[in-house]
């Protein structure tokens, strides 16, 4: 079945230290996002990318980089200049161009700065 | 700055009655219109789209839209204690792909 796949479900990261959260998608879409989510907050946007080798930084880029060397991967690396990196965060894809297509989300990692 | 705007609740609302989530968009141009739905802990799912005037309606669930007055709705019929989450309007406007996100309604449906 066509999905988007986050990995790992859970994280855990240090002070200090770069993490790297994983998302992969099947569905052939173009457009790919990462999200973040705090607690009883809506979503915002830390960076997204339409094509391959191409991306651009959302609201909240400060403290993150992605790359998309391949249509389906788009990871996110949280690094050490994120000060407040405890949040729940999603990655989503879409299709592109002409018509109405809405995101689909993949099922979450939730990191928590020890 | 386009905006999307929702009420962010809770909104209670009796089981068996009519849940009525509203939210107003800024950008004229808006083309297609999303409401998703989230549970606690889990990532949103797509549970409407609607590009015309009008309703739509797939089940329990219908969406209004008024580009006019530049708001949509969702209505639950029948509601449901499985129902209680929260609820994020998402719009795109016609120059790119991109949503832009309402904060979310949370719905409680109470027994």
């Known amino acids: 079945d066509g999905g988007i796949t986050q990995s790992p479900k859970y994280l855990f990261r240090k002070e200090g230290q770069n993490v790297t959260l994983s998302c992969e998608q099947n569905?052939?879409?173009?457009?790919m996002y990462w999200y973040r989510q705090d607690p009883g907050q809506g979503l915002r946007l830390i960076y997204y990318?339409?094509?391959?080798?191409?991306?651009q930084k959302g609201d909240i880029a400060e403290g993150y980089s992605v790359s998309r060397e391949k249509k389906e991967s788009f990871p996110l690396t949280v690094t050490s200049a994120q000060k407040n990196p405890t949040a729940f965060y999603l990655c989503?894809?879409?299709?592109?161009?002409?018509?109405?297509?809405?995101?689909?989300f993949g099922s979450g990692t939730r990191l928590t700065v020890v | 700055q386009k905006e999307v705007e929702q009420n962010s609740g809770p909104l209670s609302v009796p089981e068996g009655a009519i849940a009525s989530l509203n939210c107003t968009y800024s950008d004229r141009g808006s083309q297609s219109f999303f409401w998703y739905r989230q549970y606690s802990g889990k990532s949103p799912e797509l549970i409407m789209s609607?590009?015309s005037n009008g309703d739509k309606e797939d089940g329990r669930f219908t969406a209004q839209l008024n580009k006019a007055s530049q708001y949509v709705s969702l209505l639950i019929r029948d509601s449901q204690p499985s129902d209680s989450a929260t609820y994020l309007c998402a719009v795109k406007g016609d120059s790119n792909y991109q949503l832009i996100w309402g904060a979310g309604t949370k719905l409680i449906i109470k027994p």
């Open positions: 569905l052939n879409h173009d457009a």
């Open positions: 990318s339409q094509i391959v080798n191409d991306f």
């Open positions: 989503a894809s879409s299709m592109t161009g002409q018509g109405t297509y809405g995101y689909t």
């Open positions: 609607i590009y």
